[in-house]
């Protein structure tokens, strides 16, 4: 049964850092990885998805990477801004789609 | 374009009773995906409609049901309402029209609350 683990649940750092969130699954076979944007009580913004034969992707201040066989992705943010601010969650697609319990970020001005 | 949109926004029941929420896919996309999210958790699947089919089921009790219209719309219909039940349901679409058809795209959700 594939597990989906986030590490931190929260992070809080000064505007201006660069940060690292991390995502790990149990279950390699897997045909992509998402990360996704929550705001509080909202739903889901996709920010960047990762097909299984790919190592990253690049979305302006975000870098996305995907190491399949030891089961790990991070989300790296550059310059980290008050409105990045929100939860950050990933999730693994096979036959459906499991979801980590996400990271709580806030960027304190 | 607007994007997924689901009705209502919020949602209060009692023990026992029955609920439906309404899910309208981003234009363009055939295929609707339901999600349960308790508070401080992740997303967790219901199920997936395709061409008005359940196509993939997560682990979730036959109280859960659902269906998906011609015009790709979708309901969830939650019978016989637990306490645990209360939760934001989100509704994901996808498919064709998107230069990448695996990427999800989520509805704002229906806060559900069960009394």
């Known amino acids: 049964k594939q597990e989906v683990t986030q590490i931190p649940a929260a992070l809080s750092v000064p505007e201006g850092e660069n940060l690292v969130l991390n995502c790990s699954f149990t279950?390699?076979?897997?045909?992509?990885l998402q990360w996704f944007r929550q705001d509080p009580g909202k739903g889901l913004t996709s920010l960047l998805l990762?097909?299984?034969?790919?190592r990253e992707q690049t979305s302006g201040r975000l870098n996305a990477s995907l190491d399949k066989s030891s089961g790990r992705s991070t989300l790296y943010i550059a310059a980290s801004q008050p409105g990045d601010s929100a939860t950050y969650l990933c999730a693994v697609s096979y036959n459906d789609m499991r979801f980590g319990a996400g990271t709580r970020l806030t960027v304190k001005p | 374009d607007a994007g997924v949109t689901q009705s209502p926004t919020h949602l209060i029941k009692t023990r026992g009773q029955q609920v439906t929420l309404r899910c309208s896919p981003k234009?363009?996309?055939?295929?609707v995906s339901w999600y349960q999210q308790a508070l401080g958790q992740g997303p967790q699947f219901i199920f997936q409609?395709?061409?008005?089919?359940?196509?993939q089921r997560g682990n979730f009790p036959d109280r859960f049901s659902g269906h998906q219209f011609p015009n790709y719309s979708s309901e969830l219909n939650v019978n016989a309402l637990l306490l645990g039940d209360s939760a934001l349901y989100l509704c994901?679409?996808?498919?064709?029209?998107?230069?990448?058809?695996?990427?999800?795209?989520f509805g704002p959700g229906t806060r559900l609350t069960v009394l």
């Open positions: 990762i097909q299984s034969s790919q």
């Open positions: 994901a679409s996808s498919g064709v029209g998107e230069r990448d058809t695996d990427t999800q795209y």
């Open positions: 409609y395709y061409e008005e089919e359940e196509r």
């Open positions: 279950d390699s076979a897997i045909y992509n």
């Open positions: 234009s363009g996309h055939d295929t």
